[in-house]
T-cell receptor
């Protein structure tokens, strides 16, 4: 069964450094998402991406964050200058959304645990 | 504001006992509702979803959920819990962007 994959599984970085989290969505999916979960808190939406542009973003997704689909298979989240509070589990998800109906199931990857020291 | 509340942070049940996990939502439009499960070190796996139609939906692993519009609830149930069901369960609402509840951690006693 197709699945969403994410690399690395765990990333440790120093405050102020840039990190890139990578995701390979399911191959025929059209919509891509990033969520994060700070330890002990809810899973929070960060951004959705469709047709090579951001379709929606949350207040969390400020100028230090960016997303990109550099090729036909990868979907990346870049954090330009990491802060301690960026430490969290970051989940990538993808969905098909037939006919533009935003109700299709989102399939999640296993997550990347980001630790900022 | 759109939100999801899972009132129970942690539930412990005995193996073979029935289970009900509560979920209440606040959503302006017709809600699309989901239950996901997360085992340690794993991603979020979809258990079931409700978009429209029959308010009792069946999912994987023997789970079901009932949508009650009058109560703004979408509770998850299983008639007989197995030890492998121990995990964290998340209720979510949305179309596109998902809004998650806090999660309920389920422990199963032998």
């Amino acid at each position: 069964e197709p699945e969403v994959t994410q690399t690395p599984s765990h990333q440790v970085t120093q405050m102020g450094q840039e990190v890139i989290l990578r995701c390979v969505p399911i191959s025929n999916h059209l919509y891509f998402y990033w969520y994060r979960q700070i330890l002990g808190q809810k899973v929070e939406f960060l951004v959705s991406f469709y047709n090579n542009e951001i379709s929606e973003k949350s207040e969390i997704f400020d100028d230090q964050f960016s997303v990109e689909r550099p090729d036909g298979s990868n979907f990346t989240l870049k954090i330009r200058s990491t802060k301690l509070e960026d430490s969290a589990m970051y989940f990538c998800a993808s969905s098909w959304h037939q006919d533009g109906i935003l109700t299709d199931t989102q399939y999640f990857g296993p997550g990347t645990r980001l630790t900022v020291l | 504001a759109q939100s999801v509340t899972q009132p129970d942070i942690h539930i412990t049940v005995s193996e073979g006992a029935s289970l009900e996990l509560r979920c209440n939502y606040s959503y302006g439009a017709t809600p699309y509702l989901f239950w996901y499960v997360q085992s340690p070190g794993q991603g979020l796996q979809l258990l079931l979803k409700y978009f429209s139609g029959d308010t009792l939906v069946q999912g994987i692993k023997g789970f079901e959920a009932e949508f009650k519009r009058s109560q703004s609830s979408f509770n998850l149930r299983k008639p007989s819990v197995h030890w492998s069901d121990a995990a964290e369960y998340f209720c979510a609402v949305g179309g596109g962007k998902l809004i998650f509840g806090q999660g309920t951690e389920l422990s199963v006693k032998p």
